[in-house]
């Protein structure tokens, strides 16, 4: 199987992700695009979650096969 990796960065102007395949993105447990990802402050989030390889198809399914990308806020409602 290829290998893919996935290099998740947060600083002042906010999240940029680098990877060979575009992952399925999430923030907080909603469905998201890189463009809302892009645009949530560094300052906003409270984890990060990186799932590849079999996790991700676990749990996504197909649409995982790219891996997977889990945002929580600190906004985030229990």
Do not use: C, H, R, W
């Not at 992700?17 to 998201?32: C, H, M, N, R, S």
């Not at 979650?49 to 929580?72: D, L, P, R, S």
């Amino acid at each position: 199987s290829e290998s893919s990796f996935i290099k998740v960065q947060t600083g002042p102007m906010g999240i940029s992700v680098d990877t060979d395949k575009q992952p399925l993105y999430f923030i907080d447990g909603k469905e998201a695009t890189y463009e809302e990802v892009q645009k949530l402050g560094s300052t906003n989030i409270q984890s990060i979650n990186v799932q590849k390889g079999t996790g991700a198809t676990t749990g996504y399914g197909e649409k995982g096969k790219n891996g997977v990308i889990e945002i929580t806020t600190k906004t985030k409602k229990p």
